[in-house]
């Protein structure tokens, strides 16, 4: 069996493939973080505005006492909020979440129609669909559960995500933020779920560009000998000459 023989030869072989691929991701990562830095960050990041639940309650309305509510499970929490400009209560309960009316203490549902409601108190565009999802997609991974997503007929195609059990408005997304994290996407290289910067894939890359910087050296060294710094030692012969 021959043997392989650990020689600079090698080294700058592999250096050489090594440093073309991981040359290709050193463009993605400068190419990715210079446009990431380039997008305006107020259209990227205005999205998350969940105004809605910013809306004062009425204050001569006359609301249901919490204790005449009735529920199927006992009651572990419960919130007075306004839901699409009406006051409600939101029960916690073993079973789930349930949205009542604080007037009359009617059940409501989060339906289509509430989720439009919901969603236009953000955005004042045309509403073009509504959809109904049963699990978050890449725009709306950072919450869980169900969601409704409402998607309007405005420049920036903007999308509203409502939370199907408490219809709390999650998130709002548009053409720039999905701009950029298609980008970002490219720079932390989760192709995935775009939301891990320490997966394996780059930790490979990041030991990968570690043994490129360490070869580097180490052919850096091998490439020269003594003969090539024979100017200096002349340099110094001439410096060192007496005068006279």
Do not use: C
Not at 19 to 37: E, R, V
Not at 171 to 193: A, E, I, K, P, Q
Request: charged share 20%; proline share 5%; aromatic share 10%.
């Amino acid at each position: 069996m021959k043997r392989i023989r650990l020689s600079p030869l090698l080294f700058r072989r592999i250096h050489k493939w090594v440093g073309l691929i991981l040359g290709i991701q050193f463009l993605l990562w400068a190419l990715s973080g210079s446009m990431m830095a380039l997008l305006d960050k107020d259209a990227v990041g205005g999205h998350d505005m969940p105004a809605e639940h910013a809306l004062p309650l009425p204050t001569q309305t006359s609301l249901i006492a919490p204790a005449a509510l009735s529920a199927s499970a006992p009651i572990s929490g419960l919130a007075l909020r306004t839901l699409a400009g009406r006051p409600v209560y939101e029960l916690r309960t073993a079973n789930g979440i349930r949205i009542v009316d604080a007037i009359d203490g009617r059940p409501l549902t989060i339906d289509a129609t509430m989720a439009r409601a919901v969603a236009a108190s953000a955005n004042q565009a045309p509403v073009r669909q509504v959809e109904r999802l049963a699990k978050p997609n890449l725009e709306a991974r950072e919450h869980k559960g169900a969601m409704w997503r409402v998607d309007f007929a405005d420049a920036a195609n903007s999308s509203a995500y409502v939370a199907a059990d408490t219809g709390r408005l999650l998130v709002m997304r548009g053409d720039t933020w999905r701009m950029w994290d298609f980008f970002w996407m490219l720079h932390n290289m989760d192709y995935v779920s775009r939301a891990s910067f320490n997966h394996p894939l780059i930790i490979v890359v990041a030991f990968g560009v570690l043994w490129l910087s360490g070869t580097g050296f180490y052919l850096l060294f091998k490439s020269f000998n003594r003969v090539d710094f024979r100017w200096l030692r002349r340099r110094r012969r001439v410096v060192a000459k007496p005068v006279g």
